[in-house]
């Protein structure tokens, strides 16, 4: 069964945090680098950290510095921990893989960000 599941979002004043999970089925965690990606209304959908199965890491200019991407393979999960969060990190957040196969289009849920005084 293809499942991604998303949480850990909500609603955090600006320079606040949260974590973020995403749980994966197999077929899409195992072998594969792993993204996280978020979609602001109005916006498309873009890329905002990406983590290899060796834990390589790498991250938009956008949340350098502010937003960390990690994984555990005994669980097929992967987190986001963001810090320093602002209004314009409001977004539905989504994990991923990496890279897409021809003609994959299966998505989760998401978790909605909102970064609000």
């Known amino acids: 069964q293809v499942q991604l599941v998303e949480s850990g979002g909500g609603l955090v004043q600006p320079g606040g945090s949260l974590r973020l999970s995403c749980v994966a089925s197999?077929?899409?965690?195992?072998?594969?680098?792993m993204g996280w990606y978020r979609q602001a209304p109005g916006k498309q959908r873009e890329l905002v950290a990406s983590i290899t199965l060796t834990h390589i890491t790498n991250y938009a200019d956008f949340v350098k510095g502010r937003f960390t991407i990690s994984r555990d393979n005994a669980k097929n999960t992967v987190y986001l921990q963001m810090n320093s969060l602002k209004p314009e990190d409001t977004a539905v957040y989504y994990c991923n893989r990496r890279f897409f196969p021809p003609a994959y289009t299966y998505w989760g849920q998401g978790t909605q960000v909102t970064v609000s005084s």
């Open positions: 197999g077929s899409i965690f195992s072998g594969n680098d």
